[in-house]
Antibody, heavy 126, light 108 residues
């Protein structure tokens, strides 16, 4: 069964740090781009960051650039999100997701995110 | 960044109804659009990608259409299990990939 399981969420004071993990199983993790998406309480979805298979390409939404770092360990089938200088507005459920795309020759055609974890809750509050 | 605007924000419909949700992009995005369904307390589920291609396993009553700036998600015959919030997401060019604000669909 294809599965993503997040962990590492919790309560952290403003300015603090937290590291989220996502354990992948049921598919060849090292073949896929991976993403983090978050959802603030009662709000919509916000794409946060993604990373390519080799960790050589990383992209971030402007609001977390310079504070969050996405990384991966293909040997451990794991994705990470290091979150520093946390703010109240970072409070959200954080989802790990597998990027969905097709490959044609040297090109990747991104189509969205087809596998999602159950999410881990991050609360930034004093 | 490209902004995505969904309408309506919420709607209520009866079982068997045909339902349409609209998503508009702030600039042309060709067909670089996905639709997701999210039920309360659950992760989102990919329904449609490339504006009109149905994800494997998704019931055929769901369909997507549009290109450029205007897109629609249609449920041809609403079922009780379709009660959920629906999001569009654009993925034109490089990230960030932005979502619409969501449309909450309730069953009368």
């Amino acid at each position: 069964e294809v599965q993503l399981v997040e962990s590492g969420g919790g309560l952290v004071p403003p300015g603090g740090s937290l590291r989220l993990s996502c354990a992948a199983s049921g598919f060849t993790f090292s073949n896929y781009w991976m993403s983090w998406v978050r959802q603030a309480p009662g709000k919509g979805l916000e794409w946060v960051a993604n990373i390519n298979q080799y960790a050589s390409e990383k992209y971030y939404v402007d609001s977390v650039e310079g504070r969050f770092t996405i990384s991966r360990d293909n040997a451990k089938n794991s994705l990470y999100l290091q979150m520093n200088s946390l703010r109240a507005e970072d409070t959200a459920i954080y989802y790990c997701a597998r990027d969905f795309y097709e490959i044609s020759g040297d090109y990747y055609f991104y189509y969205g995110m087809d596998v999602w974890g159950q999410g881990t809750t991050v609360t930034v509050s004093s | 960044d490209i902004q995505m605007t969904q309408s309506p924000s919420s709607l209520s419909a009866s079982v068997g109804d045909r339902v349409t949700v609209t998503c508009r992009a702030s600039q042309g995005i060709t067909n670089s659009l996905a639709w997701y369904q999210q039920k309360p307390g659950k992760a989102p589920k990919l329904l449609v990608y490339a504006a009109s291609r149905l994800q494997s396993g998704v019931p055929s009553r769901f369909s997507g259409s549009g290109s450029g700036t205007d897109f629609t998600l249609t449920i041809s015959s609403l079922q009780p299990e379709d009660s959920a919030t629906y999001y569009c997401q654009q993925y034109y060019t490089s990230p960030p990939y932005t979502f619409g604000q969501g449309t909450k669909l309730e069953i009368k």
